[in-house]
C-alpha cells in the first residue's frame, strides 16, 4: 500500500513563515505530479501549489510570490515554504500526489492533512 505522510503546520502569527512536508512511502514504482491543496471551513478543497517530476510548478494566485514548492525526487517528498502569511490562508493543508504503482497504473494519493492558522 502507498501512504501520504505530512509533517509541519501548526499556529502562526501573520507575517510569519511555516514550513510543510508530505513523504510518498510503500509498494510504488513512480512518484509523478505531488502538490499541496488546502480546505477552509465552509468552502471547498483548492489547489494550492503543484510540482511535476520534472519540476514545472502551477501555483494559486493567491500564495505566488509567498509559497514556494519543492521536491526530492529520490526521497519522494515534497516540500511547501510558506511566508508572509495572512489569516485567509488558514485551512488544512492536503498532500497529494498521482503516483504509479507496480502494475503501472497512475493513481491520485491524499495525505491526512495537516491544520495551518494564521492569527492576526
Known amino acids: 500500500q502507498v501512504q501520504l505522510v505530512e509533517s509541519g503546520g501548526g499556529l502562526v502569527q501573520a507575517g510569519g513563515s511555516l514550513s510543510l512536508s508530505c513523504a510518498a512511502s510503500?509498494?510504488?514504482?513512480?512518484?509523478?505530479?505531488m502538490g499541496w491543496y488546502r480546505q477552509a471551513p465552509g468552502k471547498q478543497r483548492e489547489l494550492v501549489a503543484l510540482?511535476?517530476?520534472?519540476?514545472?510548478?502551477n501555483y494559486a494566485d493567491s500564495v505566488k510570490g509567498r509559497f514556494t514548492i519543492s521536491r526530492d525526487n529520490v526521497k519522494n517528498t515534497v516540500y511547501l515554504e510558506m511566508s508572509n502569511l495572512k489569516p485567509e490562508d488558514t485551512a488544512v493543508y492536503y498532500c497529494?500526489?498521482?503516483?504509479?504503482?507496480?502494475?503501472?497504473?497512475?493513481?491520485?494519493?491524499w495525505g491526512q492533512g495537516t491544520q495551518v492558522t494564521v492569527s492576526l
Open positions: 497529494n500526489a498521482d503516483i504509479t504503482g507496480f502494475d503501472l497504473r497512475a493513481r491520485a494519493y
Open positions: 510503500g509498494s510504488l514504482f513512480r512518484v509523478n505530479d
Open positions: 510540482m511535476t517530476r520534472g519540476s514545472r510548478t
